[in-house]
């Protein structure tokens, strides 16, 4: 006979926690209701009673939540933690649920989990601001960019965001309002956006099987691609189709959730063919084998690790603020003519803003080109 699944709920409606196995035998999941969504996530583990303990932790996080929400006052810790439940945050993929995570907790801390979310003020962006760029807020303690301070207040401006326009079972918003609408966030003047030198590039083409001879397949496509490392450090050779000359980028390993299938240039399809009779592999198998695994896909960590010293081989300057983004920068910037859109098709951006502010870059030739050589003279009828 079958064994059934283990469940178990706890609670009453309106604050009900569901424990469940996957399948019998198999890990614990937890279910809540948030504002009437269904949000499951896996508890990592298979501990029964363990599982039960988390539940009823839960649970009265859950009662406290509501009871601050029926007395308007609802506090910051509270507001993120509705967040991290709900559909919002629990849609993205991993990477980007642990990137917001890390940004909200600096924040939070800073803050104070405690203070009431109506209090906060322009003088907290001030405060926060100062403190990062001193280096006496995170867990490593050093100064940083006005545009990494940012991206963390921007980050708890987005969850403010959300809670104006997300509702209690009783039908009222979380926040009334945005304390924090109309603030201006610090920006910086002059961003470090490197973009890699084609001499550079082949320099470090040279060095690369000295390093590994990934590397050097990786440096061919991440040029010849223009994406980003997570993106092409997760290839299988499933997703590469070499009759019709194609790569399929998966959405689960783009920041931005968006699938593609795009053509690859001659030099990309010839290197990862050679690769792939070297490795003698196909199907599901990852084009970048990690080290200790080659069932998984080499690490963000090896990666840089194999660039840094393919760097220091070739006797040439790592671009300060960046590695591997700099090669994205040069694709993008050696195809400036193109058009934009067609551009940010190929290389896989989302919008054409970002594309243009962040990764076309100016160059001498092209700017003196742009001063001596008009397209058309414009004459009078």
């Not at 009900?16 to 996957?22: A, G, I, T």
């Not at 050093?142 to 403010?160: F, K, Q």
């Not at 910037?333 to 058009?339: A, C, N, V, W």
Request: net charge positive.
């Amino acid at each position: 006979m079958n064994r059934k699944c283990w469940t178990m709920s706890i609670g009453e409606r309106g604050a009900r926690v569901r424990l469940y196995e996957l399948y019998p035998g198999g890990p614990l999941m937890r279910s809540v209701y948030v504002h009437g969504k269904e949000v499951r996530k896996s508890l990592g583990h298979r501990d029964q009673d363990k599982a039960i303990r988390q539940g009823y932790e839960l649970l009265l996080a859950l009662r406290a939540n509501e009871e601050a929400l029926a007395a308007e006052t609802l506090t910051l810790g509270m507001l993120v933690d509705l967040y991290f439940a709900s559909p919002a945050h629990q849609g993205k993929q991993p990477r980007s649920q642990r990137e917001e995570g890390r940004m909200l907790r600096r924040v939070v801390d800073f803050l104070g989990p405690t203070r009431r979310v109506e209090s906060l003020s322009v003088s907290d962006v001030q405060r926060y601001t100062q403190a990062r760029r001193a280096g006496t807020v995170g867990r490593k303690q050093r100064p940083v960019r006005d545009r990494t301070i940012a991206a963390d207040l921007e980050m708890l401006l987005r969850v403010l965001r959300w809670g104006t326009r997300e509702r209690t079972a009783q039908g009222r918003r979380l926040l009334a309002e945005n304390p924090w609408v109309g603030i201006r966030l610090p920006r910086e003047k002059n961003p470090r956006r490197p973009v890699m030198r084609h001499d550079v590039y082949l320099q470090l083409l040279a060095v690369a099987d000295q390093v590994d001879p990934r590397l050097r397949l990786a440096l061919i496509v991440a040029e010849g691609t223009g994406r980003r490392l997570s993106a092409w450090r997760n290839l299988r050779w499933d997703d590469v189709d070499f009759d019709a000359g194609t790569i399929r980028w998966l959405a689960v390993h783009d920041k931005k959730g968006f699938e593609q299938v795009v053509p690859m240039s001659e030099g990309v399809r010839e290197a990862l063919l050679e690769a792939r009779q070297a490795q003698r592999a196909i199907g599901n198998m990852p084009v970048f084998p990690a080290p200790k695994d080659p069932a998984e896909s080499c690490s963000r960590e090896v990666m840089d690790r194999w660039l840094r010293r393919a760097f220091r081989l070739a006797g040439a300057a790592k671009p300060p603020g960046g590695l591997w983004h700099s090669l994205r920068r040069k694709w993008a910037s050696e195809r400036k003519g193109y058009p934009v859109k067609d551009v940010a098709e190929a290389g896989g951006w989302r919008d054409t803003p970002t594309l243009l502010t962040s990764y076309l870059q100016t160059d001498p030739e092209t700017v003196r080109e742009v001063v001596r050589n008009p397209t058309r003279r414009l004459m009078s009828r």
